[in-house]
């Protein structure tokens, strides 16, 4: 079966190297150094997934390859010495230090592929093992197989894959996973369209030449161009404007696109990853989305379901972030009686951020005291959110703004606050400001405006 693995190959004999260079590129792409630091250099730039390893090498110390093996081990690689050392010491030595394979290299380019075939297979289900225990964690065994399907769709096809599902669940996460794991050679490139504007998407996308619209003061090369010979992920994808679905669409049928302002048409191949956490089908109903680019894009379709859903990933989520960093936190079974019955509106992302900011604090046994109230009474905190933006452009204040204008409205918003923190808290300045979170020099604009500017307040 063929791979795309990222190898490595840390020798000095030249002739070998090349020689087992060309027998190697049937697994991937072959990343090949005569020396240390260039070896060092490699593992840290490319994703690195499988290191041959020569023992000695030429005006290194003895056994130089065990010290990079360390270096291989902290990055997840998986490790194979190949040298001309045939002691058992040695070998204990080069087993105890962490690797994963022992080879001399007597006979190994002849029978390389039967060798070396079984340890690149073997590659597939680490990687995937590495993605479930330390990336994507899921005790959702459906899921789990719906993805290990994806990974070798992905792997053996070119097809399209689109990525469903609530905001915060780790769609960004299992697309660039699933660029890793298939045979794709080239960068891995990402765009969450909701965060520009529509005049800049395109932009963006298709790059553009100098003076072909206002403030393009030079040439610019866009994704698409850059993205040649790897994946597109664009995420979000409901955000792409109705006209830029067709252009689009016309890449991925034509596989070539002209830069804003440009003649000359550019070739470009990749394979297309997109997300959203929107309804399409609804999108398409309201004239939002074409239905001939929904369909182009939409090739395999995967739903990860949100962290309410998948309560069983709960703890084991908060298990793992809580053992990030040096400093550890343990939690009250009523807290873990919390965190697991709350419903995680903004999925892992939320509880990530939530675990991270608990390790931050003094406090080492985590208590309900410590959780956010909307956590302790499962209130949906981005519900509360819409509501408050909605509620504050009232009927009533939009009639206000249209025969008083805004800043007047903004102006009595700010003294109506005044007042009732005034009353809350009397006269002591420092509770005002703090509740209010402004600073004292807005506290006696404000107040001038309230009662013409009296100081009588404590600090």
């Known amino acids: 079966m063929e791979n795309n693995q990222h190898i490595l190959l840390l020798e000095d004999d030249r002739y070998f190297r090349i020689n087992l260079g060309q027998e190697m590129k049937r697994y991937g792409k072959v990343h090949q150094a005569a020396n240390l630091e260039l070896a060092k250099q490699l593992i840290s730039e490319q994703p690195i997934q499988l290191a041959l390893i020569d023992l000695n090498l030429e005006n290194e110390d003895e056994l130089t390859g065990l010290q990079f093996l360390k270096h291989c081990l902290e990055k997840n690689i998986m490790t194979v010495i190949l040298t001309g050392h045939?002691?058992?010491?040695?070998?204990?030595?080069?087993?105890?230090?962490?690797?994963?394979?022992?080879?001399?290299?007597?006979?190994?380019?002849?029978?390389?592929?039967?060798?070396?075939?079984?340890?690149?297979?073997?590659?597939?289900?680490?990687?995937?093992?590495?993605?479930?225990?330390?990336?994507?964690?899921?005790?959702?065994?459906?899921?789990?197989?719906?993805?290990?399907?994806?990974?070798?769709?992905?792997?053996?096809?070119?097809?399209?894959?689109?990525?469903?599902?609530?905001?915060?669940?780790?769609?960004?996460?299992?697309?660039?996973?699933?660029?890793?794991?298939?045979?794709?050679?080239?960068?891995?490139?990402?765009?969450?369209?909701?965060?520009?504007?529509?005049?800049?998407?395109?932009?963006?996308?298709?790059?553009?030449?100098?003076?072909?619209?206002?403030?393009?003061?030079q040439d610019k090369v866009g994704i698409l161009q850059q993205v040649n010979g790897g994946t597109l992920f664009l995420d979000e994808i409901g955000a792409v404007p109705s006209h830029l679905q067709a252009k689009l669409l016309k890449v991925i049928e034509e596989k070539t696109f002209t830069p804003i302002g440009g003649q000359e048409r550019i070739h470009t191949h990749f394979r297309l990853i997109t997300a959203t956490c929107e309804n399409l089908i609804e999108k398409i109903q309201n004239k939002e989305m074409r239905l001939d680019f929904y369909f182009r894009i939409k090739g395999i379709e995967i739903e990860i379901p949100g962290l309410k859903s998948r309560r069983e990933d709960i703890l084991p989520l908060v298990d793992f972030f809580a053992a990030q960093g040096p400093r550890k936190i343990a939690f009250s079974k009523e807290t873990l009686r919390l965190l697991?019955?709350?419903?995680?509106?903004?999925?892992?992302?939320?509880?990530?951020?939530?675990?991270?900011?608990?390790?931050?604090?003094?406090?080492?046994?985590?208590?309900?005291?410590?959780?956010?109230?909307?956590i302790c009474t499962n209130t949906n905190i981005f519900e509360v959110k819409e509501d408050l933006t909605s509620s504050f452009m009232s009927g009533r204040m939009r009639d206000y703004i249209k025969t008083y204008g805004l800043p007047k409205l903004i102006n009595e918003i700010e003294k109506e606050a005044l007042l009732e923190a005034r009353h809350e808290y009397g006269n002591r300045l420092n509770e005002i400001v703090r509740r209010l979170q402004i600073s004292k020099s807005v506290f006696y604009r404000v107040q001038e405006m309230v009662d013409g500017g009296s100081n009588a307040l404590e600090q």
């Open 86 to 217: 045939n002691s058992k010491e040695v070998i204990t030595q080069a087993y105890e230090a962490g690797c994963h394979h022992y080879f001399t290299k007597s006979d190994f380019l002849d029978r390389v592929h039967e060798y070396m075939g079984p340890i690149v297979e073997s590659l597939s289900h680490s990687a995937l093992d590495h993605f479930f225990n330390q990336q994507f964690l899921t005790q959702d065994e459906m899921l789990r197989s719906k993805i290990k399907f994806l990974a070798t769709q992905a792997r053996n096809t070119d097809q399209k894959i689109l990525i469903t599902g609530p905001t915060g669940i780790g769609k960004t996460q299992l697309a660039s996973f699933l660029h890793n794991f298939s045979k794709t050679s080239g960068p891995f490139m990402s765009v969450n369209l909701s965060e520009f504007p529509e005049n800049l998407i395109e932009s963006i996308l298709f790059g553009h030449k100098k003076g072909s619209f206002t403030g393009a003061t």
């Open 340 to 374: 697991e019955t709350y419903d995680w509106h903004g999925n892992i992302r939320e509880l990530k951020d939530l675990i991270t900011e608990l390790r931050s604090t003094t406090v080492g046994m985590i208590t309900p005291d410590q959780l956010p109230q909307h």
